[in-house]
């Protein structure tokens, strides 16, 4: 049983104990459901017999930035690691709902006035997939590639650096990512990967690549041409980019439209609400 806990968490637990109760409800998967724990003077029994002594709880409790997972003996490891490939630090951030990756400090999804669970359903209605194959650049948590496949016939999901695996394992929220049958998993820079897709192959692309400072690569005319070359015609493009209203985001999103639309994206459409844009083949 994979036991993850947040500050969250924590504090529910040591709240309960503080109140006297000998039970109580929380969630040990960061918020995905609720489990019956055990309290004691010694610490948090837990449904399969481990144990949690307070000292660990009271721990996670004052680490408001990090998730710890639970070892079998009790203890608690923070689900964090660094990538010699990249030179990355990633470590998992909880919130209230799903938790986020940060890599190198930085959040993958959108904390503020929303979820990471809520962000990934926000680009998949703005790519809006029925059916049919989606390609999907940058796995991260494997959020959007989970949604995805609920809709699609096949998921296809490109990640740079195996080394976001170590975080993988350990997030509740995506484990469906390790066994959902619809879902292909490819690890490998995309714009070397994309080339090697079959030319109009998929009717859904959703482009969610790190910020443009470290992935500049990802924003270029030649890879939104390959993206435009495997997607099928009337195919459609959701490209996330942040915050368009920003002055920084109204400046990325006219230079990465003029690129889609000079190698053949039509209705290059900006969608403020999910943070990039849609366009079309």
Not at 22 to 42: G, P
Not at 117 to 141: E, M, N, S, Y
Not at 231 to 240: A, T
Request: proline share 6%; charged share 20%.
């Amino acid at each position: 049983m994979l036991v993850v806990l947040s500050h969250y968490q924590a504090a529910s637990l040591l709240l309960a104990r503080r109140d006297g109760q000998t039970s109580a409800h929380v969630s040990l998967d960061l918020n995905l459901s609720t489990s019956v724990v055990r309290l004691d003077e010694a610490g948090v029994g837990l449904p399969d017999g481990r144990r949690l002594p307070w000292s660990a709880v009271e721990a996670i409790a004052e680490s408001p930035n990090a998730c710890f997972v639970v070892s079998d003996n009790g203890g608690i490891e923070k689900v964090q690691t660094y990538s010699e490939a990249t030179g990355r630090h990633y470590s998992l951030y909880p919130t209230a709902n799903a938790p986020t990756m940060l890599v190198s400090g930085l959040p993958m999804h959108r904390i503020k006035d929303t979820d990471p669970h809520q962000d990934t359903l926000a680009k998949l209605r703005a790519a809006a997939p029925r059916g049919g194959r989606v390609l999907d650049i940058c796995t991260g948590l494997g959020y959007t590639a989970i949604a995805a496949a609920e809709v699609a016939k096949a998921v296809i999901t490109i990640e740079l650096d195996p080394a976001t695996e170590a975080i993988v394992q350990r997030n509740p929220w995506s484990q469906a990512l390790l066994t959902h049958p619809r879902i292909t998993r490819v690890f490998g820079d995309a714009c070397q990967e994309v080339p090697h897709l079959e030319t109009a192959s998929f009717s859904r692309v959703i482009h969610d690549p790190p910020a443009f400072a470290l992935a500049g690569e990802l924003y270029s005319a030649d890879f939104y041409a390959e993206l435009y070359r495997v997607l099928k015609p009337g195919g459609r493009l959701f490209h996330y980019l942040g915050d368009l209203r920003s002055p920084s985001g109204s400046r990325l999103w006219r230079g990465v439209a003029e690129r889609l639309r000079r190698v053949g994206f039509q209705q290059v459409t900006p969608k403020p609400e999910a943070f990039g844009l849609v366009a079309s083949k």
